[in-house]
């Protein structure tokens, strides 16, 4: 196993669905991360395909212009989702007490999961059900920051250097037989460019561990 019991703990080990019962119309990250998230998508996702967003909320920040067969969102909180526009349907569930998802095999093109990771409790569960629902070739992003709720985040992410936190990411993927090995995007500034030009830091850092679930297995 990837990570020990006491690296599974939270400090709110109540249900996770009290603490998303009110729904938070707000973004967990700056316009800097959310401008290089979309941009990446932008790169990685391809048109009229079909898309997973995993433990989504009111917005995807997928880019405008392209348009998805498909996107099917999940989370904890049915008025959140209810009102992202990109979603074609979603589903409320609680991956910590149910990680199996219910949908067929090889079912998406593209996994997505933005800034949510570092409350999935039972990693090797829900990343091998990441590759199960993969199509070969399909993508998985998780992007994240140094933002949290810390009462909801698992021990072994509160404990973790940032850079620590990019390795166990790669961990969950190496942990699942049939993923390419993953690809890091890293602490990219994002601060306008006028201020990087200047030296002046600032912004959210931007993180993105990427792996697809490969051609043949």
Known sequence: MILR?????????????????????????????????????????????????MMSSWVSHLPEEIEFDHVEGHGLNAEELARNPRLNHYLVQNLNQKPELPFPDQDFDAVINCVSVQYV????????????????????????????????????????????????????????????????????STAPNFLQWLGVAGGDPFYAVIASRREAE
């Open 5 to 53: 019991p006491n690296q599974r703990l939270k400090l709110d080990d109540s249900d996770d669905k009290l603490f998303y019962d009110y729904p938070r119309f707000v973004t967990h990250v700056d316009e800097g991360f959310i401008q290089q998230l979309t941009d990446l998508y932008r790169q990685r996702l391809k048109p009229n395909t079909r898309i997973f967003d």
């Open 121 to 188: 409790q039972y990693p090797e569960a829900i990343f091998s059900e990441i590759h199960r629902i993969l199509k070969p070739g399909g993508v998985a992003i998780i992007s994240f920051s140094n933002r949290m709720f810390a009462q909801k985040a698992i021990q072994a992410w509160r404990d973790a250097s940032e850079a620590s936190r990019v390795e166990l990411v790669k961990r969950y993927f190496f942990s699942v037989p049939g993923f390419t090995t993953p690809e890091v995007i890293v602490n990219q």
